[in-house]
């Protein structure tokens, strides 16, 4: 354990991975816990948020599974509830919900937009609505929302939803920081660029747009777009998260932090 966060409570929602391998809330939940934060993982897939769970306890690390979806209040407050009463307080909350939705403002069925906004922004402001009070309680706390580089720049797909609902992610960061700097609590979102996570390569959507399904050749093309020249893993967004959410930053609220490789800085 490294120590940056020791005696902390963290509320990691979106801890599971939607597949195999290390997604940016299983990388981020098992990150804090290596540094000595106590972990609850949340998820809306209860099996996704039992392994992280076993995976903090199997490294000596403290950790308690829970089943929330995101974007429902009575279960973001269940879930608040429920990593005080283990913990007995709350002092890091990370929003790492999120989903990818294609599509251009014509061809996107409404259905689908109202899903995005909810999943990709309320569950931001549901997270904050009930974590804040609980962190007050104990004197203030740090929180990062998962934004993306979607909300600053077009990255090649048509992505109309996706681009808004994070864009609105950065302005509620934002405008939460402001709300609560006085009282000792800091908001800060990170905004990841082009990732090879489970989560990328099991959106159809996304496959489609760049492959035609071809989930290799997504990949390809994806790194290709970097200036590093490769994409960014899930810890690459954990670390940043780390900091963020570490003594380290403690002068840092409001910011985005771009987490991309270089690829905000194209014109093209």
Same mark, same amino acid.
């Given at each position: 354990?490294?120590?940056?966060?020791?005696?902390?409570?963290?509320?990691?929602?979106?801890?599971?991975?939607?597949?195999?391998?290390?997604?940016?809330?299983?990388?981020?939940?098992?990150?804090?816990?290596?540094?000595?934060?106590?972990?609850?993982?949340?998820?809306?897939?209860?099996?996704?948020?039992?392994?992280?769970?076993?995976?903090?306890?199997?490294?000596?690390?403290?950790?308690?599974?829970?089943?929330?979806?995101?974007?429902?209040?009575?279960?973001?407050? /269940?879930?608040? *509830? $429920?990593?005080?009463?283990?913990?007995?307080?709350?002092? +890091?909350?990370?929003?790492?919900? %999120? #989903?990818? =939705?294609?599509?251009?403002?014509?061809?996107?069925?409404?259905?689908?937009?109202?899903?995005?906004?909810?999943?990709?922004?309320?569950?931001?402001?549901?997270?904050?609505?009930?974590?804040?009070?609980?962190?007050?309680?104990?004197?203030?706390?740090?929180?990062?929302?998962?934004?993306?580089?979607?909300?600053?720049?077009?990255?090649?797909?048509?992505?109309?939803?996706?681009? /808004?609902?994070? *864009? $609105?992610?950065?302005?509620?960061?934002?405008?939460?920081? +402001?709300?609560?700097?006085?009282? %000792? #609590?800091? =908001?800060?979102?990170?905004?990841?660029?082009?990732?090879?996570?489970?989560?990328?390569?099991?959106?159809?959507?996304?496959?489609?747009?760049?492959?035609?399904?071809?989930?290799?050749?997504?990949?390809?093309?994806?790194?290709?777009?970097?200036?590093?020249?490769?994409?960014?893993?899930?810890?690459?967004?954990?670390?940043?998260?780390?900091?963020?959410?570490?003594?380290?930053?403690?002068?840092?609220?409001?910011?985005?932090?771009?987490?991309?490789?270089?690829?905000?800085?194209?014109?093209?």
């Amino acid at each position: 354990m490294g120590g940056r966060l020791d005696g902390r409570a963290a509320l990691v929602i979106g801890a599971g991975s939607s597949g195999p391998g290390w997604g940016n809330g299983k990388a981020t939940a098992v990150l804090m816990a290596r540094e000595g934060a106590r972990v609850a993982c949340a998820d809306i897939n209860a099996e996704a948020a039992e392994e992280t769970r076993a995976l903090i306890e199997s490294e000596g690390g403290e950790a308690i599974a829970l089943t929330c979806n995101a974007a429902r209040s009575d279960d973001v407050a /269940a879930t608040v *509830a $429920a990593t005080v009463a283990a913990f007995g307080r709350l002092d +890091i909350l990370d929003n790492n919900v %999120g #989903i990818a =939705v294609t599509g251009a403002v014509v061809d996107l069925a409404e259905d689908e937009w109202d899903r995005a906004m909810a999943v990709n922004v309320k569950s931001m402001y549901l997270g904050m609505k009930h974590a804040i009070p609980a962190m007050l309680e104990t004197g203030g706390g740090a929180i990062v929302n998962i934004s993306s580089v979607a909300s600053i720049r077009h990255i090649g797909v048509s992505y109309a939803v996706y681009n /808004a609902s994070k *864009a $609105a992610v950065n302005q509620l960061t934002s405008a939460t920081a +402001i709300d609560y700097a006085g009282q %000792g #609590i800091r =908001v800060n979102a990170v905004l990841p660029g082009l990732m090879k996570t489970p989560m990328v390569e099991t959106s159809t959507g996304l496959a489609s747009a760049y492959s035609d399904g071809d989930i290799e050749e997504m990949w390809r093309k994806r790194d290709s777009q970097v200036p590093v020249g490769h994409m960014g893993e899930a810890w690459d967004v954990a670390h940043a998260e780390l900091f963020l959410v570490s003594d380290e930053a403690r002068y840092i609220t409001g910011h985005s932090l771009v987490v991309d490789g270089g690829l905000s800085l194209k014109i093209a």
